[in-house]
């Protein structure tokens, strides 16, 4: 199972995000892509310890929600709420500049790659080891990347 820890699955997903343009339109949601570079870049941050989220889990989202989502070989659904600090408009870092926003991602993406433990608990999901946060990492990547035919 992809995670971004594995080396050759950050480098595909960077250089996936490469391809993302600020013109470009998503196939579903409300997010432009400079939305979603800041979005995608916040989640990072939270992982990382650098912003705060509030916490939206129970005990079904920490347990058979977490499961399936990280362990079942199925694309992520469309349309899932995220946490206010996240959420575009909300509480989500506002898009400056769209190249700078890229590289600022591509920096924490690495920087979430490298991690050998994370001190936080996820939102939603609770608790997880390193390998459960990098699979989230890649899996999140990926679904907003595919949002934007990546």
């Keep these: 199972m992809f995670n971004l820890g594995q080396a050759e699955v950050l480098e ?3 250089a996936r995000l490469d391809k993302l343009t600020p013109d ?9 892509a400079p939305e979603m570079v800041c979005h995608l870049s916040d989640s990072f941050r939270f992982a990382l310890n650098l912003k705060v989220a509030s916490d939206a889990s129970g005990v079904l989202q920490r347990t058979v929600v977490k499961w399936i989502a990280l362990y079942v070989p199925v694309q992520w659904p469309k349309g899932v709420a995220t946490t206010p600090e996240m959420k ?3 509480g989500g870092t506002c898009p400056a500049e769209f190249e700078r926003d890229k590289s600022e991602l591509a920096k ?16 939603i999901f609770g ?3 390193l390998w459960e946060w990098q699979r ?5 990547t990926d679904h907003h990347l595919r949002q934007f035919g990546l």
């Design 127 to 129: 608790r997880m080891s």
């Design 136 to 140: 989230w990492g890649y899996l999140h």
């Design 12 to 14: 595909l997903s960077q």
């Design 24 to 32: 470009r339109r998503a196939r579903w949601g409300k997010m432009s």
């Design 108 to 123: 924490l993406m690495r920087e979430f790659a490298g991690q050998e433990k994370f001190s936080v608990a996820h939102p």
């Design 88 to 90: 575009q408009g909300v």
